[in-house]
Structure formats: structure tokens, C-alpha cells
């Protein structure tokens, strides 16, 4: 009897453990859809840039600023971006917005809704129950699906946006119309990174003295020093290191840039990401874009 007391104890213990791994079910908490629902979906790739970082995604963070006007209605909205992106959200009086899902490839965070409305996040990065999406292009078909997870029906209407974050959702604004947005935004994303990314961390570094803008000087020590079966090295972005430095986020597509290290000179730590580094003490090219 003892042995087949710890075999049940055993198998207890195996579908406890089955039963934690189980994914929890893709809904809000105590959340009942009101019958004159509408469902928006807005978002885009990417939107306005902000200049710093909110995860380690090593891409820079961008803003979208959502605008709801639709009267006399419950709205829920479905809001997603490839980029790591914060959703600042406001409404036209009237306007009731009854909960939202922020969805993309990277982390998002979301500010300006009243601390009462329900809130989902799932990303591809930071996965949940919902899976992940982003209004842009062929991504918006995995928008659907997801709405009738959460809604039992599909979405209403979507709203792309087009790279400086402004999304118009709903109806159009007449003038002077009172617009409305929550006090006490739920979470403060810089807060928790509060670093430079990309463009802006590389100007921040200039300015501080760690690096300085390439010559043509230095593209032609570079050929001089026995790189002559390479490329002359482009001063497009280029920048050479004067003092030890990191590395920073964003530095990828067409926010990468060029660094000379000079012979003798501090080398950076870090990840390039997709920039090209040009090494003076070991005469070598390294990135992507070397021998172009």
C-alpha cells in the first residue's frame, strides 16, 4: 500500500507540474464585452523615434501618439509595431475605451489610459497566451484571429500609421473638440532603461569628447597602412574613439555607423550591432557592410 501511495503521490505531482506549464487562456481578467462593441486595431513597423531604449532588443524605441473619437460607443482596442514602442493614448469625451492589447515584435509599454481600463501585452519578445501582431502590411492578418480570441468577433476597422506615430482612431475631429487622457500613466518605460540609442547616444558621445567626427585624414591612413586592396573608407557617419566607450543600442539599418580605433587608442566594449569598426592595432575591417 505504501508503494502505491507514492506512486499516486508522484503522478499528483506530475500533473501539478503539467497543469503550471499550461498556458494561460488568452482573455482579459473579469471582462465582459459590452453588445455595442467596437474593435480598432492601429498601429504600424514603427513610429516616431524617441532616442532611447525601453528593452534590450538593441533597437531604439519609437512613440505612437492614439487618438479615439468615437462617440457614444465601447471601444476596445488592439495596438501593435514591430519596433519596441509606447502607446500614448487620448479620447474624445464620450469616447469609452473598455480595454486594450499592445502586441508587436519587441517590448511595448503603454501610458495615458485610465488606471481602470484592462491591459494586455504579448509580444513576440516578451510572449503570452495571445500570440503577437503588428498593423503593418501582411502582419495585420494575424490581427483578426487574435480579436475574436479575446472579443468572439472580428476587427471593426484598422488604422495604419505612416512613421510619425499620429493615429486618428474613429471618426474624424471636428474643431475644438475636448480630448481626454488618464493622469497616472501605468508604467514609465524610460525609467527603466534611461539609456541613448542609436543616433542620439552617438551625437551624446561626440559631445562628450568620447568621439569625434572622422577626416579624410584618417580613410587615408587607412589605405597608407597596407588596406589598399580595400575599399577607401566613407565618412558618412564616421567617427573615430578618443576615450574608452560603449557600444550603444541602434546600431542597425541606417542608424549603423563607421569607427575608427585608432593604434594604441582604447577599444570599445560592446556590440557594434551593424556598424562598421575599423581596427588600427590589427588592421582589420570588421562588420556587415566591410569591403563595400
Known sequence: MKQWAAVLCLLSSVALAEDLKAPAECAFTNFTAPTDLRIYAAGGYS?????????????????????????????????????PSVWNIRWSKGTQIV????????????????????????????????????????????VNPIARKLFQQPVDQMFPG????????????????????????????????????????????????LLRPATP??????????????????????????????YPSGLVGEDSVSFFVLRGGPRPSGNPGQSIVYDFNSMTCSGPRCGR
Open 47 to 83: 513610429g516616431r523615434r524617441l532616442g532611447y531604449a525601453i528593452d534590450e532588443s538593441g533597437h531604439e524605441a519609437t512613440s505612437f501618439d492614439i487618438t479615439v473619437h468615437s462617440p457614444s460607443q465601447h471601444v476596445a482596442l488592439l495596438l501593435g509595431a514591430y519596433e
Open 99 to 142: 480595454a486594450v492589447m499592445i502586441s508587436g515584435y519587441h517590448h511595448q509599454a503603454i501610458a495615458g489610459l485610465e488606471e481602470s481600463v484592462p491591459v494586455l501585452k504579448s509580444s513576440y519578445d516578451d510572449p503570452g497566451p495571445c500570440g503577437y501582431f503588428y498593423v503593418s502590411g501582411t502582419q495585420s492578418a494575424s
Open 162 to 209: 505612416y512613421g510619425d506615430g499620429e493615429i486618428l482612431v474613429g471618426d474624424s475631429l471636428s474643431a475644438g473638440l475636448e480630448l481626454l487622457t488618464g493622469t497616472s500613466p501605468p508604467e514609465s518605460p524610460r525609467d527603466r532603461y534611461a539609456v541613448l540609442s542609436g543616433q542620439a547616444a552617438i551625437d551624446s558621445a561626440v559631445a562628450k569628447g
Open 217 to 246: 585624414a584618417d580613410a587615408d591612413a587607412w589605405v597608407v597602412l597596407g588596406r589598399a586592396n580595400t575599399p577607401k573608407p566613407a565618412l558618412y557617419k564616421a567617427y573615430v574613439v578618443l576615450a574608452p566607450f560603449s
